[in-house]
């Protein structure tokens, strides 16, 4: 049995279920008593959201349904890296948030030096964005997984294991 198996780490978000988190968000914004004046605007960019608004309170409430609602769409609320708000042209506010997406050289680093300190039968190579696990035996792998979960709370991003084979 010299089969290899693998698999990948990534960090992602399914782009339409935050269009669609957006959307969602947008429509409780205008329909809502306390927040229906604030003419509040999203702006969903590839890398971005920027919500414009008429105050501090409201912003706080905005950031509170945006999470709400992207819990719900099981999106990470990780994958939001909210920047200090800013004053806005017509005296209102503006916000950005990054979107987290991929991991970074340190985190990949980090992450397969933890692997390779607990469980010593893996090969792991560092793709870009993300991390390749493979080993020859599915137990080794499934250890591997294991950790990466326990490890999870502590990171600033969200993990997917994808093309397990």
Known sequence: MADNYSFDVVSDF???????VVDQLRREVNQRYDLKDSNSLFDLEDTELVITTASEMTLKS???ILRQKAVKRNLSIK?????????????????????????TQELAKKLSKSIRDSVKKVNISIQGESLRITGKSKDDLQTAIAILRDQ????EVPLQFENYR
């Open 14 to 20: 399914d782009r339409q279920e935050l269009v669609n």
């Open 62 to 64: 905005i950031e509170d």
């Open 79 to 103: 994958i939001f890296d909210f920047q200090p708000s800013e004053p806005s042209a017509g005296n209102r506010i503006k916000q950005r948030v990054f979107l987290r997406k991929g991991l």
């Open 152 to 155: 999870e709370d502590g990171l």
